[in-house]
């Protein structure tokens, strides 16, 4: 039963304040008290209030303007006499609330039993001491009208204090207790439900409920307060569906009523002899009331069950996007067939031929056509590129000595930037490496730091670095 005290951020000044403050108490009990001595109170704070026998500390929940709509409300006026707030409560105050606190539950467990051995038709459910310990009230309930006036002497005489029995109503002790309901919930009368209606039977009713009281019965043992909260709309919605006196007269049989559906307005009916149900709309119910009222008989409800189901709308679905959204990754999956294989005569289709002199970028190849450095070309992929030192067919092959040709992509120890002019070098014949080499032939190798007449400078280990991917396929060296 707590209240939010949404005006607590305007300040007012304190002669325009309302002198009256909402003091809240044990089991959520709240009383209103005046606030004569102008003291600076807080929502929270504890305060020494009023009492017919007394006093007792309660704790404020509420000032302000919303105090004056709180009386309002329940029908308290100010002109009413109330009873005063005397001041802040002190650390002795509150030691000696707590001891009275610390009282009730061993009182409440005594009185159980001396109700036991005197017989009572009560249930004690809860026990309150005052904080200066000059009274204790005694909450319970009961079905019938109890005499205890054998127990108010047991009581007085064991305890040294005045007795206060106040009865209260199953809804009241479900509220002062708390519990959480079937719906997972707070118990609503002990959050923010303070005016307990009647609920009749019918409530259930009209809402189509199973009279089962098991299901219809709160923690309090009586029906739901929340059956009343959709009553109005059950009965707005019950206007226009008709009502079903009698069965329904067809040739195959008399159709009873099994269900109704209040909101689709569809009605189920079934015969004797079938376990089937058969939905049909409203509005063919009234027409076949109309039949038999006129001596008609319709030939049975299979038809109109196929029309009815026709004539109802397409449920609009709850997750609409959500399957919207399965449906747009679902078709862009593709379907995982079998692969073709990896075969040269595949990757030569789809490769467009190359142009000479035109480069293409590796990203664009397909990685079983990239040629590894440590595997030979073939001839068959790249028909129009210079492979190596091989003579294009066009050009007859000279007798003259190699030179300095291009020998496919071989890396050279010192080539020249892209920008500069490369000069054209005549290299000494070498010999093969597969040929034996003459004991007394000279090799024209250069020292380290020399230069030949091409000017650029030579390696020793020139030699060694043949071309090592050697096409077998042309012609030897002329002599």
């Known amino acids: 039963m707590n209240s939010f005290d949404w005006l607590s951020n305007m300040d007012t000044p304190k002669s325009a304040r ?40 309660g704790s404020v929940s509420l000032q302000g303007e919303l105090v004056r709509l709180q009386m309002i409300k329940k029908g ?79 009581l007085a005489s064991e305890f040294k204090v005045r007795i206060e029995m106040r009865q209260i109503s199953l809804r009241q002790e479900a509220g002062r207790l708390g519990g959480i309901g079937s719906c997972g919930r707070e118990l609503c009368c002990s959050t923010w439900l303070s005016d307990f209606k009647t609920i009749p039977t019918a409530a259930a009713r009209y809402q189509n409920l199973s009279l089962n ?8 043992g009586r029906l739901k307060c929340c059956l009343n909260y959709e ?28 269900k109704t559906d209040i909101f689709r307005r569809i009605m189920w009916f079934s015969f004797p002899n079938e376990t089937n149900w058969y939905p049909i709309n409203c509005a063919q119910v009234v027409e076949i009331q109309k039949m038999n009222l006129e001596g008609k008989k319709p030939v049975g409800l299979e038809n109109l069950m196929e029309m009815s189901e026709l004539v109802q709308a397409k449920p609009v679905s709850i997750n609409n996007d959500l399957e919207r959204l399965d449906k747009k990754y679902h078709t862009g999956k593709k379907k995982n067939g079998p ?34 450095p440590n595997q030979p070309r073939s001839n068959e992929s790249r028909p129009n ?30 080539q020249p930037k892209p920008n500069e002019p490369r000069p054209i070098q005549n290299r000494p014949n070498e010999p093969r490496i597969n040929e034996p080499r003459p004991a007394n032939a000279e090799t024209p190798q250069a020292n380290a730091g020399e230069t030949p007449q091409g000017g650029n400078p030579v390696n020793k280990n020139k030699n060694k670095r043949r071309k090592k991917f050697k096409n077998n396929n042309r012609p030897d060296k002329p002599e």
């Open 18 to 57: 309302f002198g009256v403050v909402e003091i809240k108490f044990k089991g959520g009990r709240k009383e209103y008290f005046k606030n004569k001595s102008n003291l600076d109170l807080y929502t929270g704070d504890f305060v020494v209030c009023e009492m017919p026998t007394g006093y007792h500390i």
């Open 76 to 154: 308290i006026k100010e002109s009413d006499e109330l009873a005063v707030i005397h001041r802040k409560a002190t650390e002795k105050d509150l030691e000696k609330h707590s001891q009275a606190i610390n009282r009730d539950l061993t009182t409440m467990y005594r009185t159980r039993e001396i109700c036991k051995e005197l017989k009572l038709n009560l249930k004690l459910s809860e026990v309150e001491f005052q904080s200066d310990n000059s009274k204790a009230t005694f909450y319970y309930s009961a079905d019938d009208r109890v005499d205890f006036r054998e127990l108010i002497k047991t």
């Open 213 to 220: 009281p098991a299901k219809l019965s709160g923690q309090c």
């Open 231 to 258: 009553l109005e709309t059950y009965i707005d919605a019950i206007r226009d569906i008709p009502v079903i006196d009698r069965a329904l007269k067809t040739e195959k049989g008399d159709a009873t009523l099994q």
């Open 339 to 372: 692969k073709k294989p990896n075969r040269p005569e595949n990757r030569n289709q789809d490769q467009k031929p190359r142009v000479e002199g035109e480069s293409q970028p590796k990203s664009d190849q397909p990685r079983n056509q990239q040629q590894r």
């Open 385 to 414: 590129q210079n492979r190596g030192n091989e003579a294009r067919p066009n050009q007859p092959r000279s007798n003259e000595p190699r030179t300095n040709q291009n020998r496919g992509n071989e890396p050279r120890p010192n």
